[in-house]
T-cell receptor, first 112, second 112 residues
Framework: GENVEQHPSTLSVQEGDSAVIKCTYSDSASNYFPWYKQELGKRPQLIIDIRSNVGEKKDQRIAVTLNKTAKHFSLHITETQPEDSAVYFCAAKEGSWGKLQFGAGTQVVVTP | DSGVTQTPKHLITATGQRVTLRCSPRSGDLSVYWYQQSLDQGLQFLIQYYNGEERAKGNILERFSAQQFPDLHSELNLSSLELGDSALYFC???????????FGPGTRLLVL
């Protein structure tokens, strides 16, 4: 099955700086990679996703890049704000028809 | 609001007891997933259903069981509860297997 590794496990950044979270996956057939944000005690919420036919996708301050050859994808948050503080999970679809496999999560702390 | 509903929001019970958690997926979604999230932990996949049939199993204990009914709502049954079962239990749904999962608000279970 799919194995997703996520780094770092914790990330502290100063407000205004950029944050980068990286994930690697094992199944070369994976073709869908969403990112979720989970605030304390709340549900994980989809913030951005990318499919294997594109290499990069951007939505305001958030961007995701995908390198299919190296089997890794990354989340980039620019101009971080305190409200970006949360746990971020990456995920990869198992093969073409499988369920999502989640990474272990990254705790992001943005300090003013 | 993701459109996924879960009841109850909170549940306090004693060791050895049995509880049932309920999930209603988003309208039109055929696939339902159950996750367990302990304090400061990631999302542990328990089980997945698609259109009434079990499709994948994760680290689900034998004391736990689930089902998806013809109206597509799902129930997670937890029996012979132990202190370590205290956690947030999330249900998620997706239109099809491997597609974007939308999470419910979760049920917070406390076993005393």
């Amino acid at each position: 099955g799919e194995n997703v590794e996520q780094h770092p496990s914790t990330l502290s950044v100063q407000e205004g700086d950029s944050a980068v979270i990286k994930c690697t996956y094992s199944d070369s057939a994976s073709n869908y990679f969403p990112w979720y944000k989970q605030e304390l005690g709340k549900r994980p919420q989809l913030i951005i996703d990318i499919r294997s036919n594109v290499g990069e996708k951007k939505d305001q301050r958030i961007a995701v890049t995908l390198n299919k050859t190296a089997k890794h994808f990354s989340l980039h948050i620019t101009e971080t704000q305190p409200e970006d503080s949360a746990v971020y999970f990456c995920a990869a679809k198992e093969g073409s028809w499988g369920k999502l496999q989640f990474g272990a999560g990254t705790q992001v702390v943005v300090t003013p | 609001d993701s459109g996924v509903t879960q009841t109850p929001k909170h549940l306090i019970t004693a060791t050895g007891q049995r509880v049932t958690l309920r999930c209603s997926p988003r309208s039109g979604d055929l696939s339902v997933y159950w996750y367990q999230q302990s304090l400061d932990q990631g999302l542990q996949f328990l089980i997945q259903y698609y259109n009434g049939e079990e499709r994948a199993k994760g680290n689900i204990l034998e004391r736990f069981s689930a089902q998806q009914f013809p109206d597509l709502h799902s129930e997670l049954n937890l029996s012979s509860l132990e202190l370590g079962d205290s956690a947030l239990y999330f249900c998620a749904s997706s239109l099809d297997i491997g597609e974007t999962q939308y999470f419910g608000p979760g049920t917070r279970l406390l076993v005393l």
